[in-house]
């Protein structure tokens, strides 16, 4: 357990630290990355990215102000719950991977959201025992007990490097609500396509609307109510967040919305410190979160099942790989629905999903040269080998101490909802329980049994923050939001750094594919060509090209430099370091 000290003069140093023009005028600035020629960022110290490079100089002040990657981190996101609401929250909840170098450990913080006492399995089902999608994603039933501020200072508490309070890792956010921040760049884009889940709620429209409009680019975001929230917190510790007015306050929204959470829900609230899941992939480690995330596992799986084949030799972004990986992917995502959910109420055989031998039967029932249909693929039985709009930001210091973090509300604004007098964002991560057995939630994904609303519970995730290790040295940090693709998405960015040898932001960039079993679909982004396309049609898969998604903002450690990559398909993204 570790307690922080307080620097004399210390908030007021980060509270100048974080003015936009000091931010611009860095003290030892870092090799920027060249987009035209796909190089990504350096710096010889720290290096944090994230979706926002507002959040993302935060986070570097806080390294040069002599802080570890935690506290960096502690920072960036509380700084992310005002300068990226979409995704960013104090109302939502995540996962936090934390390595410490120094003493070679590494830990998983799961501050993800629980279900209300009140709560019940056929919560989501209608009258005729169907799934209500519209009661587990816009009503006061969708909104899950919020953990990112417990979880952000147990983080603090537990690894900070000492040298901060939480107040003094809260100070940028706070000041960044109470001054406003310019509508530019994300903010600006999903804001008109958030209209419809804003305008339903007079406490959303008094934030981000200018009259009967969203906030328009140019124009400036005060959340004066958050600000305040963010004071609370400072001067009180998570329990000002977790009990007293501001609980109430959620409560009450979440109540009159039609929702079923209390006070005590909030108070009862409390994040896990777990053991994270281990692979290997290619003599390198691997380390990802655990279960109620189904990411860590499922990737894990996946590059087993891919460690068989000489992805090298087919090339990146050839239909031989591709067809692989989607191969690969689909009974990973078979047995996500059978097998995953909340730890302490369903038995999950760990071990067996993530065995090499498990993967050599999956990986014997791929046919090189033709898509098994959905119909084909089952879930398997792993127990003979026993002995879940989201943001992702990874942060490194001189040291070596790295960070992992994934975020979400589940949509893009949660449910829209801000609770009066809070400026926080509720979620509507309820979504994420299996209504019912076989039905499919917002992502299209299948829901189980093991999955089921009960009380207290925690939905299955596909949150997938990951290390890799290289003869037990930090390699790579990485991460990505993007519901149901979020596990495809971080399994690329390693396959293509560690099998297509590409540099960071080329692992980041390059195009992505995605298929998750059911519904039955090989997703690919745009710029895959038409050649590519024709050769993965006439081995049976059905395509669809859509457009990007994701952000996978990650960083590498390099012998004596850190390189950063932010992802270019999110405009305003940011890495940085010094």
């Known amino acids: ?75 960036v996101g509380f700084a992310l719950a005002v300068t990226l609401p979409r995704a960013g929250n104090l109302g939502g909840g995540g996962f936090m991977l934390v390595h410490l170098a120094r003493t070679g450990e590494t830990v998983a913080i799961d501050y993800r959201e629980t279900a209300p006492a009140a709560a019940r399995a056929d919560m989501f ?17 969708a909104v899950g007990v919020p953990g990112t501020v417990r979880g952000l200072a147990e983080a603090h508490r537990r690894y900070g490097s000492g040298r901060f309070t939480l107040a003094d890792l809260i100070a940028p956010a706070e000041r960044l609500a109470r001054e406003g921040i310019p509508v530019e760049a994300g903010l600006a884009d999903s804001l008109p396509r958030a209209r419809s889940l804003l305008e339903r709620w007079p406490s959303s429209r008094a934030i981000f609307f200018a009259g009967d409009r969203p906030l328009g680019r140019g124009e400036r975001l005060v959340q004066t109510d958050l600000a305040g929230t963010l004071a609370a917190i400072a001067k009180g510790g998570p329990d000002a967040f977790h009990t007293g007015t501001i609980a109430e306050r959620i409560a009450g929204a979440v109540r009159q919305a039609g929702g079923i959470m209390t006070a005590e829900d909030l108070a009862a609230y409390r994040p896990v410190v777990r053991q994270p899941v281990r692979g290997s992939y290619r003599g390198l480690s691997i380390v990802s979160m655990p279960p109620p995330s189904s990411g860590g596992i499922h990737l894990i799986e996946i590059l087993n099942i891919l460690e068989g ?12 790989a591709i067809h692989i990986l989607a191969e690969a992917m689909k009974p990973a995502y078979a047995d996500r629905a059978t097998w995953l959910g909340d730890p302490t109420r369903s038995q999950i055989p760990v071990d067996g999903l993530t065995a090499k031998s498990y993967a050599d039967t999956l990986r014997s029932a791929i046919d090189p040269a033709r898509a098994r249909p959905a119909s084909e693929v089952k879930a398997g039985d792993p127990l003979p080998y026993e002995s879940d709009q989201t943001t992702h930001f990874s942060v490194i210091d001189g040291e070596g101490n790295a960070v992992s973090n ?26 994420d329980f299996s209504a019912k057995t076989g039905a499919l939630n917002a992502y299209g994904l299948v829901g189980g049994k093991a999955n089921a609303v009960a009380p207290g519970a925690r939905p299955l995730s596909s949150m997938t923050p990951a290390f890799v290790f290289r003869d037990g040295k930090l390699l790579l940090v990485t991460g990505s939001p993007g519901g149901s693709r979020i596990i495809s998405t971080v399994l ?3 396959v293509n750094v560690v099998d297509f040898r590409m540099n960071l932001l080329q692992a980041v960039a390059a195009p992505r594919i995605h298929h998750q079993w059911r519904p039955d679909v090989l997703t690919l982004e745009e710029g895959v060509s038409p050649d590519t396309i024709a050769l993965l049609k006439a081995r049976g898969h059905r395509v669809t090209v859509a457009p990007a998604s994701g952000s996978a903002n990650s960083v590498m450690a390099l012998d004596d430099l850190k390189a950063g990559a932010a992802d270019p398909r999110q405009r305003g993204t940011l890495a940085e370091g010094y």
């Not at 084949?309 to 031989?320: H, Q, W, Y």
């Open 1 to 75: 357990m570790r307690r922080s000290v307080r620097s004399p003069g210390l908030a007021l140093c980060l509270l100048l630290a974080t003015v936009p023009p000091a931010w611009a005028q860095a003290d030892s600035s870092p090799i920027q990355a060249d987009s035209a020629r796909m190089l990504p960022v350096l710096a010889a110290h720290g290096m944090v990215s994230s979706q926002e490079a507002q959040a993302t100089r935060v986070g570097v002040a806080i390294l040069k102000a002599g802080g570890n990657a935690v506290d960096a981190a502690v920072a």
């Open 492 to 494: 690329q960015t390693i």
């Open 406 to 431: 994934t975020t979400t509300l589940n949509f893009s604004y949660g449910m829209g909802l801000v609770a009066p007098g809070t400026g926080v964002l509720l979620n509507n991560e309820m979504d």
């Open 125 to 141: 089902l209608d009258e005729r025992g169907e799934p209500d999608h519209d009661a587990s994603t816009r009503t006061g039933k």
């Open 309 to 320: 084949f000489d992805l090298a030799a087919m090339g990146a972004g050839s239909a031989d």
